[in-house]
């Protein structure tokens, strides 16, 4: 990273299904969003469903919104 800069996470806009989380996940890691989301699926089913969407509620919460200007 150039000149003390470092990688932000932040919600996708432009790359989202619900809230752009795995978007914002995907494009942070270099990795493809519809790996992140079918991994959280699989996460989410095996540890029951309640975890989960808890987890996903405070990661939209915790996560700021991608600014693009």
């Given at each position: 990273?150039?000149?003390?800069?470092?990688k932000k996470l932040h919600r996708s806009k432009?790359?989202?299904?619900?809230?752009?989380i795995c978007g914002g996940l995907g494009k942070?890691?270099?990795?493809?969003?519809?790996?992140?989301?079918?991994?959280?699926?699989?996460?989410?089913?095996?540890?029951?469903?309640?975890?989960?969407?808890?987890?996903?509620?405070?990661?939209?919460?915790?996560?700021?919104?991608?600014?693009?200007?």
């Open positions: 990273m150039e000149n003390g800069s470092y432009t790359d989202k299904v619900f809230a752009g942070f890691f270099g990795v493809d969003p519809t790996v992140i989301r079918a991994l959280w699926t699989v996460l989410v089913i095996l540890t029951g469903i309640f975890p989960g969407v808890i987890a996903y509620l405070i990661l939209i919460l915790v996560i700021p919104l991608e600014n693009n200007l």
